[in-house]
Nanobody
Framework: QLRLVESGGGLVQPGGSLRLSCAAS????????IGWFRQAPGKKREGVSC????????NYADSVKGRFTLTRDSVNHIVYLQMDNLQPGDAAIYHC???????????????????????WGQGTQVTVSS
């Protein structure tokens, strides 16, 4: 059974950086999209980034473009989210998730719609505070 485990969260000052990891173990589909989502207390779950494992195309939410970078180690089934210039508004629990429903937007990019994703990790806490 496929299992996702996130790590790398922690406390960082505004302007600082963190790198989150999402490791997949067990059976993995031949083709899937993997996404990062976050949820802060009292707020809706928000899509942060996603990638199509077949092509490597990556999509980002406008709020993180230019600051966050998603990369993938396809051999070891690990996805990373490099987060730079973190701000208090980035504080949340970050989850990675996988979907085999390979829907795309009009530009052919993966979708960051939580309901599409079928398997989720337990999350890792990111706190941004001085």
């Amino acid at each position: 059974q496929l299992r996702l485990v996130e790590s790398g969260g922690g406390l960082v000052q505004p302007g600082g950086s963190l790198r989150l990891s999402c490791a997949a173990s067990g059976w993995t589909p031949d083709d899937y999209n993997i996404g990062w989502f976050r949820q802060a207390p009292g707020k809706k779950r928000e899509g942060v980034s996603c990638t199509k494992t077949h092509t490597g195309d990556t999509n980002y939410a406008d709020s993180v473009k230019g600051r966050f970078t998603l990369t993938r180690d396809s051999v070891n089934h690990i996805v990373y989210l490099q987060m730079d210039n973190l701000q208090p508004g980035d504080a949340a629990i970050y989850h990675c998730a996988i979907t085999t429903r390979l829907l795309t937007n009009a530009e052919g990019m993966c979708l960051m719609i939580a309901n599409l994703y079928e398997i989720w990790g337990q999350g890792t806490q990111v706190t941004v505070s001085s």
